[in-house]
């Protein structure tokens, strides 16, 4: 119903009309689940549950927050959100957009080409129109994963990137070794092996890990385990990629 309910407004509203509109409609969603169980992290909102949505993820029906957004902010709560810092975003999702860009202490920037998400820049991240060493933070979360050339956007990502930056990264992760088979193109097929009409392959964390560091990166695996009923709705079993130049 959700989903039928979003695509219906999504067909009737221009992209801009529908980005200004949802935090009100989404605001109206929230009184059908507000309640004192769960919490968002992002939008401080308490919730009597929260909105499971097809693939099993658990979204936050008054930011549209999913569980790997919620991570991430906690992770950058943690450590990276200081002042005077200049971030890049690659395809953010639209609550953490919100939230970051009214952070007055930090330079915060988003980057999108596919005109799916609130952006400053239009970058293509195999070629980013920025000079090196600009950034003392970038988020690429589920970006290289669609990108065929992903070892030089890696490359990009390294150079733009100040030193003793900062690079916070995840892709799905699979049990072996990276996937990708260059003869797959049809939406199709590509959801069939990938998982997702757009991804290009599918990587484990120490392919991701062993390509990342023969850019230059050093990387670290972070990972995370949490009981299935937490209450920020994280996932389960979580690893996210801290790579620094």
Same mark, same amino acid.
């Given at each position: 119903m959700y989903y039928i309910i979003k695509k219906t407004i999504k067909h009737l509203l221009p992209r801009k009309l529908f980005f200004t509109c949802e935090p009100l409609l989404r605001s109206i969603l929230y009184l059908f689940y507000k309640g004192d169980h769960y919490?968002?992290?992002i939008c401080a909102k308490k919730l009597s549950r929260f909105l499971q949505i097809n693939n099993g993820d658990k979204l936050c029906p008054n930011c549209g927050s999913l569980p790997r957004s919620r991570r991430l902010y906690y992770i950058l709560q943690q450590k990276y959100l200081k002042p005077f810092k200049k971030i890049l975003d690659f395809s953010p999702s639209r609550c953490l957009y919100r939230k970051l860009k009214k952070i007055p202490s930090i330079f915060y920037y988003s980057t999108d080409i596919s005109g799916d998400f609130i952006s400053d820049h239009h970058y293509n991240i195999?070629?980013?129109?920025? +000079? %090196?060493?600009?950034f003392d933070l970038i988020i690429?979360?589920?970006? +290289?994963?669609h990108i065929q050339d992903d070892i030089q956007a890696i490359k990009e990502l390294y150079r733009i990137?100040?030193? %003793?930056g900062t690079a916070i990264i995840q892709t799905p992760f699979k049990v072996g070794d990276n996937y990708e088979d260059r003869s797959i193109i049809s939406s199709h097929d590509? +959801?069939?092996h990938f998982g997702q009409e757009d991804h290009v392959?599918?990587?484990s964390i120490q392919g991701l890990k062993s390509r990342l560091e023969s850019c230059g990166f050093q990387v670290e695996i972070l990972s995370f385990s949490e009981?299935?009923?937490n209450i920020y709705g994280y996932k389960t079993k979580e690893d996210v990629l801290i790579c620094r130049k």
């Open positions: 919490i968002c992290n195999e070629k980013i129109d920025s +000079l %090196s060493e600009q690429c979360y589920h970006i +290289l994963e990137m100040k030193f %003793s590509r +959801l069939k392959r599918i990587y009981m299935s009923d």
